[in-house]
């Protein structure tokens, strides 16, 4: 059954809550032409495909990121250079604080099995891979974290969007946010997603998994960056460790060009750890 939506109501709301000011401004320049604000009704369909089609427009980024760790026990903050391409290509590198790498952590999806995960530790000049690099992960940031699920999330996109079939959707009552819930028939995760009803732009996705846990994601803090709205604030939230990630970034660079050789470590003398996932 198509769920539809009463956007009249929406954008009623919507002017009476911005105020006066914006109202004038709507009333000289109209809403965008595209905007789906012209529209009476729109199903949950479109919604999902408006989405896809927002995504599709970043191919790569580029920023350095403050990052806090927060866990029960510690909080800890690291400045890091972050490269992202895609939604399977992802490079870390954690910075000391006259800008020297500490550690690089490389993840790219197109390689063989064993060979994604990628960890150099500089100060023991030594490359994990494998399993041995989410244990080296979990004892440096005080969370079991596969990062490699969240390329796509730091990059500001809703993961696996793509692949999810999408269940039902409703306008909250103040008619600002859509509220859209989804299926990832791969791991049947249950993916509850909130988008800002004016802008389409993803606020927060919560994930369920099949044993109950979930986590939660948040985009916030969106300016304009190459002609497009990009978060320059992420939280990731583990509510059953009470555990917490949040990405600030600074000076995001989008569609740059990343090339392959960014994604591979510097020949040299290190010593290798290989253990095949």
Same mark, same amino acid.
């Given at each position: 059954?198509?769920?539809?939506? !009463?956007?009249?109501?929406?954008?009623?709301?919507? %002017?009476?809550?911005?105020?006066?000011?914006?109202?004038? &401004?709507?009333?000289?320049?109209?809403? #965008?032409?595209?905007?789906?604000?012209?529209?009476? @009704?729109?199903?949950?369909?479109?919604?999902?495909?408006?989405? %896809?089609?927002?995504?599709?427009?970043?191919?790569?980024?580029?920023?350095?990121?403050?990052?806090?760790?927060? @866990?029960?026990?510690?909080?800890?903050? %690291? *400045?890091?250079?972050? %490269?992202?391409?895609?939604?399977?290509?992802?490079?870390?590198?954690?910075?000391?604080?006259?800008?020297?790498?500490?550690?690089? /952590?490389?993840?790219?999806?197109?390689?063989?099995?064993?060979? *994604?995960?990628?960890?150099?530790?500089?100060?023991?000049?030594?490359?994990?891979?494998?399993?041995?690099?989410?244990?080296?992960?979990?004892?440096?940031?005080?969370?079991?974290?596969?990062?490699?699920? /969240?390329?796509?999330?730091?990059?500001?996109?809703?993961?696996?969007?793509?692949?999810?079939?999408?269940?039902?959707?409703?306008?909250?009552?103040?008619?600002?946010? /859509?509220?859209?819930?989804?299926?990832? #028939?791969?791991?049947? &995760?249950?993916?509850?997603?909130?988008?800002?009803? /004016?802008?389409?732009?993803?606020?927060?996705?919560?994930?369920?998994?099949?044993?109950?846990?979930?986590?939660?994601?948040?985009?916030?803090?969106?300016?304009?960056?190459?002609?497009?709205?990009?978060?320059?604030?992420?939280?990731?939230?583990?509510?059953?460790?009470?555990?917490?990630?949040?990405?600030? !970034? &600074?000076? #995001?660079?989008?569609?740059?060009?990343?090339?392959?050789?960014?994604?591979?470590? #510097?020949?040299?003398?290190?010593?290798?750890?290989?253990?095949?996932?």
């Amino acid at each position: 059954m198509q769920v539809r939506f !009463f956007i009249c109501r929406l954008w009623a709301v919507a %002017l009476f809550l911005a105020g006066a000011g914006v109202l004038s &401004s709507c009333q000289s320049s109209g809403v #965008p032409q595209n905007s789906h604000l012209h529209e009476q @009704t729109i199903s949950l369909e479109d919604l999902r495909g408006r989405l %896809l089609d927002r995504q599709e427009g970043l191919s790569d980024l580029k920023s350095f990121v403050q990052t806090t760790v927060e @866990t029960k026990d510690r909080k800890r903050s %690291l *400045r890091q250079a972050l %490269l992202v391409r895609g939604a399977q290509t992802l490079r870390i590198d954690t910075l000391s604080l006259l800008g020297q790498s500490l550690g690089v /952590y490389i993840f790219d999806g197109q390689k063989m099995t064993g060979r *994604r995960s990628v960890l150099y530790d500089a100060r023991r000049n030594r490359i994990f891979q494998g399993i041995e690099v989410q244990e080296m992960l979990g004892r440096t940031l005080g969370i079991e974290l596969n990062l490699a699920e /969240y390329v796509s999330v730091f990059a500001g996109k809703i993961p696996r969007l793509e692949a999810l079939k999408m269940i039902g959707g409703t306008l909250n009552p103040d008619g600002t946010i /859509y509220q859209l819930t989804g299926i990832d #028939p791969v791991d049947k &995760s249950r993916m509850e997603i909130e988008i800002d009803a /004016y802008t389409l732009l993803p606020d927060k996705v919560m994930r369920t998994l099949p044993s109950g846990k979930t986590i939660h994601i948040q985009w916030q803090d969106y300016r304009s960056v190459a002609g497009r709205d990009f978060p320059h604030r992420i939280v990731i939230e583990f509510p059953a460790e009470a555990a917490r990630l949040t990405l600030i !970034f &600074s000076d #995001p660079v989008l569609n740059a060009g990343i090339s392959d050789e960014s994604f591979e470590l #510097p020949i040299g003398n290190h010593n290798t750890s290989s253990v095949r996932n």
